[in-house]
């Protein structure tokens, strides 16, 4: 049965598709910016570099999701995919800044995007290490893994003087029982904008109560043009061997978001796909380190705003990426974005990243259910939960140890490969009464997704 409000290749009108692109963007723009300002920060970078580097990165997101939803020729998944700056990224840009400055954060970028061009060849092969079990950890383990982002978000921001301050908390509820209820009882156009009408109320209930600051508006350009390799850029070895092991680990973070995108759009995740999407995330971190920006990698939280809206159209996502382009281009209108709170955006989000852990949770309910399939969740799961609740548990061990897994998405998905490949498939239990069959059955594994 068909679930969606609009499909992959169908284009609603231009209002729809403008009230719907902005919600795309409206969950994208906080960790498109976030990547450059915590980098730029703890590098301590003047204020007209970070402001650059946020520009890139938003300029570079913008047109590399424009080409991921739209393709051109062999480069692009042609799914509603937003692409953004990556988090997975941070911990070797950081480390690469502190000897080697910008210069060397971009021109590793360049080079170890090779690593992710040259992998995606080898999609349909290692599409083949994702059956349905270990797709479904991967899925879950994503929405695990979103929803205390969405947590620190409506408690005020982590390390907020107010954070979990009960006027956080209820404006927080408040957007959530908003969107909840459009989406159950709205129709058409109403639920499908479940999530921008539900800021936009919470939006003007904070102006009401004086709680949006507008200092990043009146320091914000109104027009800003890129300046591509304006940092200039440089080849430390060890910079280029750090960046590749973060691309390295992206992969694995992006295929399992490339699943959860085709469960979300009821679209079948070929290798074929897989190929195209990933050699544009490799092909689109590579221009993205020629203007000046971080490496890009697909966003999983605006799966959960499909998840949530059944608003599957690549269309409106495109435009999402053309509004990108805009803040990248006017950064004043990325600033006034930015000034939504953050527990408005986490009521929203609570419900968005919710909803791709349901997703994981339903595909969890279709594997068999036999003793080496149990293992496989729960070990997966389990040290997946492990790194994201308790992340100085890798604080001691290498720091190349700490990059791969870092990340509780590419910790469970890692595992629960590697779990499949290792544990034997046993055979079926043949009882007294079924003598006639003449050997035992072995379980096969789940067909892929």
Known sequence: MNNLLYKVDDRPPLITTTLLAAQHMLAALG?????????????KLPADQIVALVNAALLGSGIVTVIQCKGVGPIGIRLPCVMGTSFAFVGAAISIGFEHGVPGILGSSLAGSVVMI???????????????????????????????????????????????????????LFVLAIVVALVQFGKGIISASAIVIGIAIGYAICLGLGLVDFSSVHR????????????????????????????????????????????????????????????????????????????????????????????????????????LVLAG???????????????????AGLMMFAMILTAGVQMLGKVEHDKRTG??????????????????????????????FGSGISTGAIMAVLLNLVLPNRPVEIHDDEEDVPQPLLVKDLEAV
């Not at 349909?124 to 947590?151: D, W």
């Not at 492990?386 to 700490?402: D, G, I, Q, Y």
């Open 118 to 172: 040259v992998g995606s060849f080898f999609m349909p092969q290692i599409r083949k290490l994702f059956p349905h079990q270990v797709t479904a950890v991967v899925v879950t383990m994503i929405g695990l893994s979103l929803v205390p982002v969405a947590v620190d978000w409506a408690a005020g921001g982590k390390g907020a003087a107010d954070y979990g301050a009960p006027t956080n908390l209820g404006i927080a």
């Open 31 to 43: 960790g498109i910016i976030a990547v450059p300002l915590v980098v730029g920060a703890i590098l």
């Open 220 to 323: 914000a350009a109104v027009f800003a043009l890129p300046q591509p390799l304006h940092f200039g850029m440089s080849f430390p070895p060890s910079g280029i061997l750090a960046m590749g092991l973060a691309y390295v680990v992206t992969m694995v973070e992006t295929t399992g978001t490339f699943m959860a995108l085709g469960a979300a759009t009821e679209t079948k995740m070929r290798g074929t796909l897989l190929k195209r999407g990933v050699l544009c995330d490799g092909v689109g971190s590579a221009f993205a380190s020629t203007l000046g920006a971080p490496p890009m990698s697909t966003f999983a939280q605006n799966v959960g705003v499909i998840s949530l809206t059944g608003v599957a159209s690549r269309h409106v996502v495109a435009l999402t990426g053309l509004m």
């Open 375 to 404: 293992l496989i969740i729960a070990v997966s799961i389990g040290c997946g939960l492990a790194v994201s609740v308790r992340p100085e548990l890798l604080a001691k061990l290498p720091a190349f140890v700490n990059e791969i």
């Open 329 to 347: 281009l006017f950064p004043v209108l990325g600033a006034v974005v930015v000034t939504i709170p953050q527990p408005v955006l986490g009521g």
